[in-house]
C-alpha cells in the first residue's frame, strides 16, 4: 500500500514551459486535493475533486488545469509557466467519512 | 470563508520544555479542527483532531481542546522531544471536506 505518490520529486521549468505533475492514490479515496506551499504561506488550495470527472477550483486556481478520469489519478497541469509558480506541490487525498487527508512527499517547482 | 490565525513562529524550546501553540478560527457553524505536523522534507500528516465542542484530541502526547465560546484550538505537549521538531498547522474542516489550513509554527526543539 503506497498511499498518495508524486512524480517528479524536483522539477526547474524555464519560463513558458508546461508540465503535468502526476498524483496517484492506492487508497479508493474519493476526494482528491492538489495545494501549493510557499514559505510561510502555509497551504493554499488549487483544486479538488470530489470523484472521478468532477473537479472544483480552489483558492488559487489561475494557471493551473486538472482532470480526474480515474479514481486513483489526480494530475495537475502548468501551462505556461512564470515564477510566480515556483513552490512545492502537495497532492492529497480523503474519504467521505472523515475530514482525514492523506498527503504525498511533494514536488518542489522552481521556475526561472 | 472560513480562515485560521495561528501563532507565529518561529519557536525554539529545550527538551523537556511545555509547548503551546494558539490556534483561532473563523468558520460557518461549528466545524471538525484538526492539527497536522510535517516533518522536515515530508507532505503533512494528521496529528489530531476533534469533532465537536469541548472535545479533547489526542495523540503522541499532544492534546488539544475544541473550545467554541472563543473559537480555539490550541495545540499543547507537556514535554517535547528533539524529535518534535517540525512545522504545526492549524486547520478547520469546511464543505466537501476541504481544510483551510493556518500559515504553520516551526518548533525547534534543542537537546
Known amino acids: 500500500n503506497a498511499g498518495v505518490t508524486q512524480t517528479p520529486k524536483f522539477r526547474i521549468l524555464k519560463i513558458g514551459q508546461s508540465m503535468t505533475l502526476q498524483c496517484t492514490q492506492d487508497m479508493n479515496h474519493n476526494y482528491m486535493y492538489w495545494y501549493r506551499q510557499d514559505p510561510g504561506m502555509g497551504l493554499k488550495l488549487i483544486y479538488y475533486s470530489v470523484g472521478a470527472g468532477i473537479t472544483d477550483k480552489g483558492e488559487v486556481p489561475n494557471g493551473y488545469n486538472v482532470s480526474r478520469s480515474t479514481t486513483e489519478d489526480f494530475p495537475l497541469r502548468l501551462e505556461l509557466a512564470a515564477p510566480s509558480q515556483t513552490s512545492v506541490y502537495f497532492c492529497?487525498?480523503?474519504?467521505?467519512?472523515?475530514?482525514?487527508?492523506?498527503f504525498g512527499p511533494g514536488t518542489r517547482l522552481t521556475v526561472t | 470563508g472560513d480562515s485560521v490565525t495561528q501563532m507565529e513562529g518561529p519557536v525554539t524550546l529545550s527538551e523537556e520544555a511545555f509547548l503551546t501553540i494558539n490556534c483561532t478560527y473563523t468558520?460557518?457553524?461549528?466545524?471538525?479542527l484538526f492539527w497536522y505536523v510535517q516533518y522536515p522534507g515530508e507532505g503533512l500528516q494528521l496529528l489530531l483532531k476533534?469533532?465537536?465542542?469541548?472535545d479533547k484530541g489526542s495523540n503522541k502526547g499532544f492534546e488539544a481542546t475544541y473550545r467554541k465560546e472563543t473559537t480555539s484550538f490550541h495545540l499543547e505537549k507537556g514535554s517535547v522531544q528533539v524529535s518534535d521538531s517540525a512545522v504545526y498547522f492549524c486547520?478547520?474542516?469546511?464543505?466537501?471536506?476541504?481544510?483551510?489550513f493556518g500559515k504553520g509554527t516551526l518548533l525547534t526543539v534543542n537537546p
Open positions: 468558520a460557518t457553524g461549528y466545524p471538525s
Open positions: 476533534a469533532t465537536k465542542a469541548d
Open positions: 492529497a487525498s480523503g474519504t467521505e467519512s472523515s475530514y482525514e487527508q492523506y
Open positions: 486547520a478547520p474542516g469546511g464543505s466537501n471536506y476541504k481544510l483551510t
